[in-house]
């Protein structure tokens, strides 16, 4: 697969990539300094690509970045989570 381009949107609390014009995202809403990611979703006919790992590690980079704290009430962030330990000191 090539490179996604990730685009963040902040004000729809968004990351968002587009691909074989299918739109797969990771929502979330700011409580002050936390980032609680609520929602990765990809169309079933991209999974298996990295796409939803990619969300979230641009995610965890802004987060890093903004000095946010990331709460994963997403089950697939939870997920996530626990195979990249590198993350865990932003994780709630």
């Not at 996604?4 to 949107?9: K, P, R, Y």
């Not at 409580?31 to 006919?45: A, L």
């Not at 704290?69 to 993350?87: F, G, T």
């Amino acid at each position: 697969m090539t490179a996604l381009t990730i685009h963040h949107d902040p004000a729809r609390n968004c990351f968002e990539t587009h691909v074989d014009g299918r739109r797969a995202e990771l929502d979330y809403r700011l409580d002050g300094r936390i980032m609680r990611i609520h929602h990765t979703g990809v169309p079933r006919e991209l999974e298996g690509r990295g796409i939803a790992a990619a969300l979230v590690q641009t995610a965890v980079d802004h987060a890093r970045t903004a000095g946010l704290r990331i709460d994963p009430l997403c089950s697939y962030v939870r997920v996530w989570k626990q195979r990249h330990p590198e993350a865990a000191d932003l994780f709630e």
